[in-house]
């Protein structure tokens, strides 16, 4: 039995360290345990609430209930009454005892658009009595798809109609489309007329345009005589500028002229002695002037026949402006076209 | 200085920039009237055939005034104002006679004779026109223009017969001659608008006659050249006449298509009365076929016309 004897100075006291690891390891654990239980809410004091719903589709146990988005408790339980409706129990943390009064409601939603399905409490009137524990909170049916599909049906159902009342020929639509075809056609013919009518206006617009022409024609040659007159005075007023100027350099000039005179009185003694001498020549000659004359006005008669023929000749023709007259309008052989009284 | 003298008096013999006269004035006028008519602006043209009247008269210019007056005649006529027609055309005639000009002496009866007809005296349109046609036939001149007028008028009697002539074996057998000679003389002459009257009155002949191939071919051909023409109103009566022969031909596709070409035209031309004719054709026609809609469709707008218009209106042919 001494050999079994541990003399060694390191297993002094073995038992005890061995001990205190072991609680030490356990108080982790405890430590662990405990703040898990706290974070899971393990320690939490809750109260159970409940509602009853017509199926347990969509529900479970575990299923996380929310109060605006918050987790507030969990689905505890679901119970089958004996009318085949469903009990479902819930427990709520009592934190959030004074959020769920007379008003608050029980729904399923789903988190997201394809998110899980948790139930949600809503929030209930200030200055309502509290749910108490066990009390049963009412539940607000929320469309699943089914219901969704059941309230599409009927909606379906009601544009089957509506589309086969559209395309009933014998529907109100149908004759209605119909009549408004009509009135179109109607409002083209009358656009048409409306056309001709436009034409007629015209016609008489052009008849007056006609007549205004003539107005214009019967007055037009006497305006733009007036007007050519008038420029002529301008014109010859323009002119009478410098030769008032001449006049006055003539006047001048003659002055001058009138000191000379003399002189050139002497000159025109002799010139017009000069000139008696030639006129007695010419006299000699006179008669023939009238013949020379005479001459010259047949030669001009004859240039202007001449002139004449050369125009009516074809090279003259075709150069000459052929004179115009007045021609007949087509007669038309045709009684189809002419109204009879 | 003898010949700076002669050099003068030729010098002023010269023709000198002179201003128009009355007359070119007259004729200008008269020649504008004249792209008016051709134009089918009858009224523009009549006020500038009164213009080159008054221009001519207040010159004493005779002949310019009878090619007035005959011009406005026919403009009146044109217009369907058969009085005013009447009266120009009585003052050419004795203007005519006075000048001894035989031409427009025989235009002028010519013209008379269709005033006559439209006043409803188709016995003295007879005798106008036969006036103009034996003061042609005197100096040598043969007109396919009066030629098809006076066939028209026969046709227009009912017999196609001159009067008081036995009738001929055949039904417009005289008015089928003389349009065939109108034809031949038109043809000659290359005046297209009257080789197409010369075809539109055939066809009148063979409708009368029940003969519809030939009525169809007839205006046929009258419809290829009323066409490039462009006159609405003839075309209207050439599409009409085909969309009847073709009827009696028992080919009702072909003339429902034609009877609606020839509203087309006429609606679109503002020819009431020829617009509401095709409508009525149109509307028998689908009966006809059976086709109750358009039938529908086609009295409905013609339902709007008469309400619109009072009444069809016009002569229908």
Request: hydrophobic share 40%; with cysteine.
């Amino acid at each position: 039995m001494d050999r079994l004897k541990d003399s060694d100075s390191r297993f002094k006291g073995l038992e005890i360290k061995i001990g205190l690891l072991v609680l030490i390891v356990l108080v982790g654990i405890a430590f662990v345990v405990i703040s898990l239980g706290i974070e899971r809410g393990i320690f939490t004091k809750k109260y159970t609430l409940y509602f009853i719903t017509e199926s347990g589709e969509g529900f479970r146990e575990g299923m996380p209930v929310k109060l605006s988005g918050f987790n507030i408790g969990r689905v505890k339980n679901i119970e089958l009454a004996k009318d085949a409706r469903v009990t479902v129990y819930l427990e709520i943390n009592n934190k959030y005892h004074g959020w769920l009064r007379s008003g608050s409601v029980a729904r399923v939603i789903k988190e997201g658009f394809i998110g899980d399905a948790v139930v949600e409490v809503t929030v209930g009137k200030p200055g309502t009595k509290e749910y108490a524990e066990g009390e049963m909170i009412p539940f607000e049916k929320a469309g699943g798809m089914a219901e969704i599909v059941n309230e599409v049906k009927p909606v379906l159902n009601e544009i089957k109609e509506i589309i086969h009342y559209i395309n009933d020929p014998a529907g109100d639509i149908k004759k209605t489309l119909s009549n408004v075809q009509n009135v179109t056609a109607g409002m083209l013919t009358t656009r048409e007329k409306v056309d001709s009518l436009l034409d007629q206006t015209g016609t008489t617009v052009k008849k007056v345009q006609g007549l205004v022409d003539s107005v214009a024609e019967n007055t037009g040659p006497a305006m733009e005589s007036t007007a050519r007159i008038i420029k002529n005075m301008e014109q010859i007023s323009l002119k009478l500028v410098p030769t008032m100027e001449r006049i006055d350099r003539i006047a001048g000039n003659a002055e001058m002229a009138t000191q000379r005179l003399p002189a050139i009185t002497d000159k025109l003694e002799r010139t017009i002695d000069n000139v008696k001498g030639m006129s007695d020549a010419l006299s000699n000659d006179a008669p023939r002037i009238g013949e020379i004359l005479m001459d010259a006005g047949d030669a001009a008669r004859d240039g202007k026949a001449l002139v004449k023929g050369v125009r009516e000749s074809w090279p003259g023709r075709l150069v000459a402006p052929k004179p115009r007259s007045p021609e007949l309008v087509p007669f038309d052989g045709s009684l189809m076209n002419v109204e009879r009284r | 200085m003898l010949i700076g003298l002669i050099a003068s008096f030729a010098f002023g013999c010269a023709a000198k920039e002179k201003r128009p006269s009355v007359e070119e004035k007259a004729v200008d006028a008269s020649m504008r009237g004249s792209e008016a008519f051709a134009n089918r602006d009858y009224a523009v043209a009549l006020v500038r055939f009164e213009i080159s009247l008054q221009l001519n008269r207040a010159v004493d210019n005779r002949h310019g005034e009878l090619v007035d007056l005959i011009n406005i005649a026919r403009a009146y006529i044109a217009l369907a104002d058969y009085q005013n027609a009447g009266d120009r055309v009585e003052k050419a005639i004795t203007l005519a006679r006075s000048l001894n000009d035989n031409r427009k002496l025989a235009e002028a009866y010519a013209t008379y004779s269709k005033v006559r007809w439209m006043a409803g005296d188709s016995q003295a349109a007879l005798t106008e026109i036969n006036k103009a046609i034996s003061i042609d036939a005197k100096d040598g001149i043969n007109s396919g223009g009066l030629l098809n007028l006076k066939a028209e008028l026969l046709i227009d009697s009912g017999t196609g017969a001159e009067p008081l002539q036995v009738e001929k074996a055949e039904p417009f057998q005289r008015a089928e001659e003389l349009l065939f000679t109108a034809l031949s003389l038109n043809k000659r002459e290359d005046n297209a608008a009257e080789t197409a009257n010369s075809y539109r009155a055939l066809a009148r002949v063979s409708e009368l006659r029940m003969k519809w191939n030939d009525a169809l071919a007839f205006y046929s051909k009258a419809y290829d050249i009323d066409k490039p023409a462009g006159d609405p109103i003839k075309i209207t009566i050439d599409l009409m006449g085909m969309a009847g022969s073709n009827l009696a031909l028992k080919r009702p596709d072909e003339a429902v298509f034609l009877f609606g070409r020839a509203y087309v035209v006429s609606a679109n031309a503002g020819l009431t009365a020829r617009t509401v004719e095709s409508l009525d054709k149109l509307i028998i026609t689908y009966k006809e076929m059976g086709n109750a809609e358009k039938a529908d469709f086609y009295s409905r707008i013609r339902d709007t016309m008469s309400a619109d218009n009072g009444s069809g209106g016009g002569r229908a042919k």
